[in-house]
């Protein structure tokens, strides 16, 4: 349709090459809808008149419900223009078009594409920081040995580890939450590059949209797509940290840890091992982690380098943002799910706990507390535990004589250890612990009186942005439908 200054038709191969209509489907309803924001604004501003924004609006009313899959267009505007001209005739169809341009047509699609998204990443988000936080509570008093390099370092709880994936997420979710401010300005009338001469209303269509304000400059309009950087890179962040809550998971669903196990809901067997119970779906949250940074490397790449104004290129960034959004949504829903479902073994994670030396520091600390210097305390504790790890036996094992052994030269008292050894227990570590954030006993119901209030804040200011988009989008419809009555 828009070749008039071109010879011949683009053959099949080249067709296939340049079009982005199989990529389109995901923002052609969004197209439809600034279609017809666009036409209001071209009847609100006498461009056209009622009779041609009724039959316009008609035709792309229609189109809702049927677009076809294949065509010769090369992408969704082409074909819903034509689509439109050939429904509602030449005279009133080929006016659609005044006064915008496919490029920021595009840009437009893309971001009603992505605060959709945001909203709905956000509230998926939210609800598995909840989940967390009340796993946390139904967990609070069950220990664990808190790991550093895989090897045990202190008295921990579990509720403290759930507490701190949420606290992950609450970022990821923030991040999200801050940039939807950016994704929702209106890049509509920005024109081809450089705006248009015809009186246009650009606050009324970003108004309609349910758009908060505009991308102004019309250069900027048309060519950026940092907000899909943006967005992206939040993606691969997001994925990031659940892909490392996946892998924790995945060690303590192995027979040798044995600290939870996973509904058979959520997990796979093998086809030639009977035993088999294996944890994919948290594997493929890790496999599919990879590719959301390969999207987010792709889109990166194809900005660094382009010219001001639309170039083609651009077409291949939408192909990032579609799969980035399934995979981030349907990896929250699952592993919320799988969450849910999850059985923690609270004898096996004590059992850890009694096996090892986590209590070392808080006897360290306990002799600190009596005025011992930190670096002796630790130097004390250090040769105990490796004396009791030789002879195979737990700290609370040890002779006052051997006590002996390591406190002689110092100013610390074999008997006075011994005591304190004696009576430092995971339980007394976790009711000493009283910094802030630490695992201690006292901190896990603040943290998480705190972080239920903060989902409850998140979810409200969620639900308001979604129902700001959709309110306005129902006021869009009822003037497009009201319109449609009129011509008939
Ligand atoms: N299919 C194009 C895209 O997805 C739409 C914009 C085309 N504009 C142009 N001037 N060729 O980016």
Redesign the pocket.
């Known amino acids: 349709m828009y070749r008039s200054r071109l010879d011949g038709k683009l053959d099949d191969v080249t067709l296939e090459f340049l079009s982005?209509i199989s990529?389109?489907s995901a923002i052609a309803q969004y197209d439809i809808l600034g279609s017809q924001a666009h036409t209001l604004m071209l009847l609100e501003n006498k461009i056209i008149n009622k009779q041609e924004a009724a039959k316009i609006l008609h035709a792309l009313e229609k189109l809702k419900e049927n677009i076809p899959e294949k065509s010769e267009a090369?992408?969704?505007?082409e074909l819903i223009e034509s689509l439109v001209i050939k429904n509602a005739g030449k005279e009133a169809g080929g006016k659609m078009h005044t006064a915008r341009?496919?490029?920021d047509?595009?840009a437009l699609d893309i971001r009603m594409k992505i605060r959709d998204d945001i909203n709905m990443t956000c509230f998926c988000l939210n609800q598995i920081i909840e989940t967390l936080v009340d796993l946390a509570e139904k967990n609070k008093h069950v220990m664990m040995p808190l790991y550093t390099h895989m090897q045990q370092a202190q008295i921990g709880l579990f509720s403290h580890f759930l507490l701190a994936y949420a606290d992950a997420l609450f970022r990821d979710l923030d991040r999200f939450y801050v940039a939807y401010g950016r994704v929702n300005e209106s890049p509509l009338g920005a024109g081809?590059v450089g705006g248009t001469s015809i009186p246009i209303d650009r606050h009324s269509t970003a108004k309609m949209l349910g758009f908060k304000g505009l991308v102004e400059n019309s250069i900027d309009a048309t060519t950026s797509r940092d907000f899909v950087a943006e967005y992206l890179s939040n993606a691969a962040i997001l994925m990031t940290n659940l892909s490392r809550m996946a892998e924790d998971f995945i060690i303590w669903s192995t027979s040798e840890f044995s600290f939870i196990e996973l509904s058979d809901r959520f997990t796979s067997s093998s086809s030639v091992m009977p035993q088999k119970k294996n944890p994919d779906v948290l594997e493929l949250v890790r496999g599919k982690t990879s590719q959301v940074i390969g999207y987010q490397t792709a889109v990166l790449s194809s900005l660094k380098g382009l010219p001001s104004g639309?170039n083609?290129d651009?077409?291949q960034?939408?192909v990032s943002i579609w799969p980035t959004s399934k995979i981030i949504i349907s990896s929250l829903l699952v592993v919320n799910s799988l969450l849910k479902t999850m059985q923690v073994n609270e004898k096996k994670l004590r059992q850890a706990i009694d096996g090892g030396y986590s209590i070392s520091l808080d006897i360290a600390e306990a002799l600190v507390r009596k005025g011992i210097p930190f670096r002796n305390a630790h130097k004390v504790v250090g040769n105990l535990v490796q004396i009791a790890s030789h002879s195979k036996k737990s700290l609370l094992a040890m002779s006052v004589d051997e006590m002996k052994t390591v406190s002689s030269d110092n100013e610390i008292n074999a008997k006075e250890l011994h005591d304190i050894i004696q009576s430092t227990t995971p339980e007394s570590s976790l009711d000493t612990r009283k910094s802030q954030g630490s695992a201690g006993k006292y901190e896990q119901q603040r943290m998480i009186d705190n972080r239920k209030r903060k989902v409850q804040a998140y979810a409200i200011g969620t639900n308001k942005r979604t129902n700001e988009v959709r309110g306005a989008l129902d006021v869009l419809h009822n003037n497009v439908m009201s319109l449609d009555k009129s011509k008939s």
Do not use: A, F, G
């Open positions: 982005s990529d389109d090369e992408d969704i505007h341009s496919r490029n047509q595009v081809p639309y083609r651009l077409q960034v939408k």
